[in-house]
């Protein structure tokens, strides 16, 4: 009989796993700063011209325009990844556009309200929500959607780089894969363990239920089952690496995926407020003036 000893783990060569840029991220920030940049030149210079610059009076109330145009361009972006998939472009070149013009929107719809509500007269009334057909509160509706936006953007990139440097460092990628290869670890156990003896067979059946951690206490074997143990141990101490590997991957998908049930219901909301204070402030701005 022997004690058998642990082996010594090799590590699995490293695969590079990487996103390409796209190049309309750049074309998509140069325009929103234009953008931008035109309409705080027109707010600096109706703020310097007019006694009470505000959202009834020009060129601030065609800001309330601008900002609404570019909310619906953001929402393309939604249109194009679950909807209508026919739309021209790369999802990822949709949402670059969707996170700088969802961006600049809010600084847009701030000048057109001229900051109010913002830096100060700062109510939660409910009169004050309700006013001009509740233009306080799509501008509140908007301001909460990009900063979950913002909050979604950086738990995404958190989530690319755990899931890269998993994939780089278990030696088989991502979730899929990895659930492929644990599969195919399986099998190999059971064949190992295959008319070996009682406590082979303890050994192996204790380790595959509990994945992520190995029996601290070894099998006492004869001595022609302990080479076949030393492969089998390999395979196991292989699916621990690799079910850990796992957990951390499925958490990363866990957070964004919570963080989605969150920014979804807000953004519709957030549009049907933005949109019925929009369209009335259109209807009063071209159906009564006539």
Known sequence: MALVSEPIQQRNIRRIWKTSGSKLNWVFLLLALIITG?????????????????????????????????????????????????LPGMVQNWLWLHIW???????????????????????????????????TSALYALLLLVFTGIVGRLLDIWQSRVITAEANTNGVGIIRSVEERLFELSLAVDRWSAGKSIPFKQYCAQALATPRQLPSLLPVLASHEVDD??????????????????????????????????????????????????????????????
């Open 38 to 86: 035109s309409v705080y030149w027109l707010y600096r210079a109706a703020v310097a011209t007019q006694a009470y610059p505000g959202p009834y009076n020009d060129p601030l109330r065609e800001f309330g325009i601008v900002s609404f145009v570019l909310v619906l361009i953001t929402f393309a972006y939604t249109l194009r990844r679950r909807f209508v998939r026919r």
């Open 229 to 290: 143990f030393q492969c089998t141990y390999g395979i196991l101490s292989e699916k621990v690496q690799l079910e850990k590997s796992l957990q951390r991957q499925k958490r990363a998908h866990l957070v964004i995926r919570t963080w989605r049930y969150v920014h979804i219901p807000v953004a519709c909301i957030a549009l049907l407020v933005i949109s019925y204070h929009s369209i009335f402030e259109l209807w009063k701005m071209f159906v009564l003036k006539q």
């Open 101 to 135: 013009f969802g961006t600049i929107s809010i600084f847009i719809a701030c000048m057109h309200n001229n900051f109010q509500g913002i830096t100060y007269d700062i109510s939660f009334m409910q009169d004050r929500l309700t006013e001009a057909a509740y233009g």
